[in-house]
């Protein structure tokens, strides 16, 4: 099994939340996990934090299919490909649900030629807007709602993750 890398970014979540989730990130990762939390501003009584993570392909899916689940949490998790696998993105928001997408060397997103053909087909009966369907291919209302947490609290660094346009 190839070896990649990844992060994992906590947009927000409870005070309460936060050792659970180093629990559970270093039980995926094989390692006690510490993460160092700072002040959401975006959100009231909540947390960020990101972590660095390097393990086999596939850990970026157990880390977004552990958080997703836990309420008020938001999150993403990025894996870089691999010669053996593509890289993916997971978002996450309580509002939306999880979002996964294939992406490219250079952070872009891949859409598969039948998802496309889906989203032409539900423009054509009536059913969802291209415009719609294809900004729901790209993340794009997981993006916009993310936006506010993904700046760090005041005097941070700001690390900007993919945003599509």
């Avoid at 010669?83 to 250079?106: C, D, K, N, Q, V």
């Avoid at 989203?119 to 794009?140: C, H, K």
Wanted: hydrophobic share 40%; charged share 20%.
């Amino acid at each position: 099994m190839s070896t990649t890398r990844g992060v994992l970014y906590v947009h927000s979540t409870p005070s309460a939340v936060c050792p659970h989730i180093e629990w559970a990130v270093g039980g995926i990762l094989g390692a006690p996990t510490k993460m160092t939390w700072a002040a959401q501003s975006a959100e009231r009584n909540s947390y960020r934090t990101e972590l660095s993570w390097t393990g086999p392909s596939g850990t970026g899916a157990k880390l977004a299919s552990k958080l997703k689940g836990w309420g008020r949490i938001r999150f993403e998790v990025t894996e870089e490909p691999t010669a053996a696998s593509e890289g993916m993105r997971w978002s996450y928001t309580p509002r939306l649900g999880i979002f996964h997408a294939t992406t490219g060397i250079h952070g872009d997103i891949l859409v598969p030629e039948e998802r496309l053909k889906a989203a032409i087909a539900n423009d054509a009966v009536g059913r969802t807007p291209l415009s719609q369907g294809l900004a729901e291919l790209l993340g794009t209302p997981w993006d916009e709602e993310l936006e506010t947490f993904r700046y760090a609290g005041e005097g941070a660094p700001v690390r900007w993750l993919h945003n599509v346009v």
